[in-house]
């Protein structure tokens, strides 16, 4: 992971992936409360959304790089 920018070289597919897989689409729909999170969730509509609507992509970003970071904290 890139220091300056722990987005570099992640495409937002694969960040949306690994939210998914740590938290479940419940628990991602509770922190972020988006609709494509909440009623009938996927990876195909929620990149729709977060392609076009760039304040929901700023917090998925956000709550990504926080997760990075506690796992970086927990395995040290």
């Given at each position: 992971m890139n220091a300056k920018n722990p987005l570099h070289g992640v495409t937002l597919e694969g960040l949306l992936k690994e939210?998914?897989?740590?938290y479940?689409?419940?628990d991602l729909g509770q922190r972020i409360d988006i609709r494509c999170f909440n009623h009938d969730p996927n990876i195909k509509s929620s990149l729709i959304f977060?392609?076009?609507t760039p304040w929901a992509r700023d917090r998925v970003e956000a709550l990504f790089v926080?997760?990075?970071k506690a796992q970086a904290n927990k395995s040290q």
């Open positions: 939210l998914v897989a740590h479940g689409w419940e977060l392609r076009k926080q997760m990075r």
